[in-house]
């Protein structure tokens, strides 16, 4: 995204004024999720001067600074205890752009995890795969999601959206890097990854010119 994220956090670009966290936030306030924790790392002193305690969205906002970048698996155990949650948990791409996105719809979901036999670890929003990225990531058959294909199963992209527990993480050390995708197949592996299909607006915002349509759009 450079030169656009030479001085400013990524999550910051903005689409029709208002920057992608604050998309994100206003979304999480509106199904009544009270509490959020902001893990950053580049001038993340920007990200918390933007957003400060998440009054004016209505929410209460944390910050889990990373001295340096803990890739999204490290990032989000650093950030477990502040979150505390008592199994799952939501997370969201700071760089991603998803209005409308069904968030109650994903807690209902995420509430009857813990009901199935073979408890799942994560359940993933997955989603068409954009021209930029047209091989996708995981195969969806039915709920279940692998990494290996099989019958009747679709190739799609991961939209940066899960539910997690926090038993995904138990094994990792707080403070140092970890990338999510290795722990997500070795959950698949144990067949505790489910999923859904989303067809609902979403845009992984990687380049200035995606930037630039996305505001032309939604202007």
């Known amino acids: 995204m450079r030169p656009l994220t030479d001085d400013l956090p990524k999550p910051l670009l903005t689409i029709q004024n208002k920057s992608l966290l604050a998309w994100h936030l206003e979304s999480l306030a509106k199904a009544g999720i009270p509490k959020v924790v902001i893990n950053h790392a580049w001038l993340g002193s920007k990200i918390e001067s933007a957003l400060g305690d998440g009054q004016p969205f209505g ?39 998803s209005p409308h996105l069904p968030i109650a719809q994903i807690l209902q979901t995420a509430s009857q995890l813990g009901a199935q036999s073979n408890q799942p670890l994560a359940h993933l929003l997955m989603v068409p795969n954009p021209i930029q990225h047209p091989d996708g990531d995981f195969y969806l058959n039915g709920s279940a999601i692998s990494d290996q294909e099989s019958t009747g199963a679709e190739k799609l992209t991961f939209s940066g959206i899960g539910v997690y527990h926090k038993a995904l993480f138990k094994g990792l050390k707080i403070g140092s890097p970890a990338k999510l995708a290795p722990i997500l197949r070795q959950a698949m592996g144990q067949n505790r990854v489910s999923g859904e299909k989303y067809l609902g607006p979403w845009h992984d915002v990687g380049t200035p010119q995606r930037l630039q349509e996305l505001n032309a759009v939604y202007e």
């Open 59 to 97: 929410i209460q906002i944390q910050y889990s600074p990373e001295v340096t970048a803990l890739e999204t698996a490290g990032g989000i155990c650093k950030a477990l205890p502040l979150l505390v949650p008592a199994d799952y948990f939501l997370v969201l791409n700071g760089d991603v752009f």
